[in-house]
């Protein structure tokens, strides 16, 4: 086995804020730590109860009943405050009300000092019919009359928060304090600087473009020995993890059933996504129930929906299902179709069946895509330096738009920008090549493309990897087309 060192990013906005959370006297609160899975919020919370004071942590294990969570809540509880209490009690007379009460009694005797209560993992502990939920709500009252309990409720599961905080029939509804603090993946420009500072651009955002800002993934690749060898002995090799990584974030929301019904919906969508229509042609499921999952994979943000922007003489905006985690495209674009050559393989270079040329990077039906979405959650993305660098050199003085998708088959624009104070329509086209006529070829759909609102001004930006020299800029400025290379601001 290659030994990897693993690198930990300081997650300093999300950190801030927790810290901020904590330190806040007089008052008791609620919080929720959400994130994506693997994403860091564990690591993010053991260090904050290593550096702070009072802080109790308590996870969930997925696999473990409701009895035996509560029994090492028993412990561990006891653990903190020093005190043979919990664990001494009966474990078929261990209950959370019981549990809660001696957190109550805990902050009441110790009332001039901040007690923080995390729970990760949330949705392994708050089970269906273990009374957990229930519970925290009823003990709440106490607990923030108490004015001394802070209470960080953490997990990955956007279902979980869904069902208990979402909607005015939760249980959970109304009772946080602060607002939700996200943790968010790191940029692909800390990737470079702290992972591969020795990679070229390219490299390093087809990587991003395969699995994200994801410190867990980022950590399975090994450095210094070069970017084809790296993603290879990663992805391609039979002790890959990237294999069975998707049934592993299926199965915190799902069931069983569950699972599969969303991977074939999954597996359907390819690069390009697709309407509600095209994927029931493909699924031969009832209009009933591929709504209802398409509804449930889009809720628990497996799926994302974007409106089409009305053209050509539609009347009303069609919906795009697609997926914009970069992992999820990856897997079922690329892994899951080579599944059977991975399993197998010890030592050979499978990535370069899947790349046109090694210079160029470029895999057939992902790249493309995986580019386009790339720019995508950059522009809708919380403010970053690379954000603000493109939105310059696009000219945009903000982030006051709306961003639309366009379907495939209407040949320019991978999606559409307005911008409302500037009543601007900016279409633009992504495209990851090293051939020059693929982007002249961008360069002349966008020349093609008409607004459908003659009340509005309409912009083209077209935006590569290639490396841009002055002729080509000068040849898309003619063509009234806006040239970017991401060396500029990636």
Known sequence: MRKIETISIRRTKAELELKSFLSETGRSGLVYFRGRRRIGKTTLLKKLQETTPNVFYFIGISDETNRDTLVRFA??????????TLSKIKRSE????????????????????VIAIIFDEIQWIAKTRAGFVGTIKDKWIDWEKAKNIKLIICGSSNKFFLDQAGGEE????????????VLSPITAKEVRSYYFPDWSVDEVLLLYMMVGGVPYY???????????????????????????????????????????????????LGAQGGTFSQISDQLKMSSAALFEALNKLVDYSLLKEKALY?????????????????????????????????????????????LGSEKSHYIANF?????????????????????????????????????????????????VLVHRKLRTHIVIECKWTQSLGVVKDGIAQLVKYECPDTRLRVERVLITNYKVGSKLVEHASQQSVRLIDIENFS
């Open 94 to 113: 261990l209950d959370w009300s019981l549990c809660f009460d001696h957190v109550t009694k805990h902050a009441a005797d110790n009332s001039k000092i």
């Open 367 to 415: 790249s493309g895509r995986a580019f386009e979405i790339y720019i995508r959650n950059l522009l809708l993305s919380p403010s970053t330096d690379v954000q603000n660098t493109l939105l310059e050199l696009m000219g945009l003085p903000d982030r006051d738009f709306e961003l639309y998708d366009s379907l495939g088959t209407e040949g320019s624009g991978e999606f």
């Open 75 to 84: 412990k561990s509880w006891d653990e903190f405050v020093g005190k043979d």
């Open 170 to 181: 939760k249980i959970l509804r109304g009772m946080k304090t602060s607002s939700d603090i």
């Open 310 to 354: 009305p053209r050509n003489g539609r009347k009303k905006s069609a919906i795009l299902y697609f997926y914009d985690d970069p992992y999820l495209l990856f897997y079922f674009c690329c892994l899951e179709r080579m599944r059977v050559s991975i399993e197998e393989n010890d030592k050979q270079l499978l990535i370069c069946q899947l």
């Open 218 to 268: 980022l950590n399975q690749i090994p450095r210094g020995i070069g970017f084809i060898r790296a993603l290879n002995w990663t992805f391609f090799t039979k002790k890959t993890i990237f294999l069975s990584e998707v049934d592993e974030i299926l199965n915190i929301e799902f069931n069983k059933a569950g699972v599969l019904t969303g991977k074939k919906i999954l597996r359907s």
